[in-house]
C-alpha cells in the first residue's frame, strides 16, 4: 500500500508539473502572437503612412510647367498683355498692383476689348453717321476719320465684351473705346443714317507726340496649378532718350467646366 501511494503521489507531482509547463508555453506563445500581431500593424501603419506621402506628392505634382511656345500658352498670353504704344506705362489696365479683370472699369474692360479685336473686324467708314462730323471729349474736339479701317459692328463689340467676361451686364453704349494711351484714336457708338446699322465709329484728335518707347517682352514661365494657368512675364522699355524700365507680371487664366479659360487678373510682381 506505501509503494502505491509513492507511485500516485509520483504521477500527481507529474501532471501538475506538465500542466504548469503547459500553461508556460500557451503564455509564451500568446505573448509571442500578440507580439507578431503588433508589429504586423505597426508595419501596416507605416505603409499607409506611405501610401498618404505618396498621395499627397501626388497632389503636388498637379502643378506642372508648360511649354511657353505652346499654342494654348500663346493664345492665352496674346488675351493679356498690351501694346503700349510706345508708351512708358500700359493704357489698358489701371496702375494697380494687382487687378481683378472682371472687376475694371468699364472703360478700362472696353480698351482690351479693343486690343483683342481681330483685323478683320474692321470695316470702311463713310462716317455717315447720327453723330455728326465732330465730337467733343475729354475736352478735345474729335473727327470722323473715312478709313477702311475706320468702323466696327457693335454686335463684332458686343460679342468680344461677351468673350471676355462671361455676359454684357451693365454694358454701356455711350463710353467711347480708347485705342490708344495718348487719346488720340478714339471710337464712338453711332447709327449709320443710311442702313440704321449700329456700330462703332472712328473720330481722330489732332496727333500728340511723346518720348517713345521700344519694347522687349518675353514668357518666362508658364504653368498649370489644378484649375488655373498662370503665365510670368518680362517687359523691359527702353526710351529714345536711354532712359529704360523693365517690370514682371503675372497673368492668371482660370479653366472653366467646357475646358476653356477666362482671364482672371493681372499683378506686378515685386
Do not use: H, W
Not at 509564451?28 to 499627397?56: F, P, Q, Y
Amino acid at each position: 500500500m506505501g509503494k502505491n501511494n509513492k507511485i500516485k503521489k509520483f504521477f500527481k507531482r507529474y501532471y501538475q508539473i506538465m500542466l504548469l509547463v503547459f500553461v508556460m508555453l500557451f503564455s509564451v506563445m500568446a505573448v509571442a502572437g500578440n507580439v507578431l500581431r503588433n508589429e504586423k500593424l505597426i508595419d501596416n501603419t507605416k505603409k499607409d503612412s506611405s501610401s498618404s506621402t505618396v498621395t499627397d506628392t501626388m497632389k503636388d505634382s498637379s502643378i506642372k510647367e508648360l511649354d511657353i511656345n505652346s499654342s494654348l500658352v500663346r493664345q492665352l498670353y496674346s488675351i493679356a498683355y498690351d501694346n503700349r504704344y510706345g508708351l512708358k506705362d500700359s493704357f489698358i489696365y489701371p496702375d494697380m498692383d494687382k487687378i481683378i479683370i472682371g472687376e475694371m472699369e468699364f472703360s478700362n474692360k472696353m480698351r482690351l476689348v479693343l486690343s483683342n479685336l481681330e483685323n478683320n473686324k474692321y470695316t470702311s467708314s463713310d462716317c455717315n453717321t447720327n453723330l455728326g462730323n465732330t465730337y467733343r471729349y475729354n475736352n478735345k474736339t474729335y473727327t470722323c476719320k473715312v478709313s477702311s479701317k475706320g468702323r466696327i459692328d457693335a454686335q463684332t463689340i458686343l460679342d468680344k465684351y461677351r468673350d471676355l467676361y462671361g455676359n454684357t451686364d451693365n454694358f454701356d453704349t455711350s463710353v467711347p473705346i480708347v485705342e490708344d494711351g495718348l487719346l488720340n484714336n478714339i471710337y464712338l457708338y453711332g447709327i449709320d443714317k443710311k442702313t440704321n446699322q449700329a456700330s462703332y465709329y472712328l473720330y481722330q484728335k489732332k496727333e500728340e507726340v511723346v518720348n517713345q518707347y521700344n519694347y522687349t517682352r518675353k514668357i518666362t514661365s508658364a504653368i498649370s496649378n489644378k484649375d488655373k494657368i498662370i503665365i510670368v512675364e518680362n517687359v523691359v522699355a527702353v526710351a529714345s532718350n536711354g532712359e529704360n524700365s523693365e517690370e514682371n507680371i503675372r497673368y492668371t487664366f482660370n479653366k472653366n467646366n467646357d475646358d476653356t479659360y477666362t482671364y482672371y487678373s493681372r499683378e506686378k510682381i515685386k
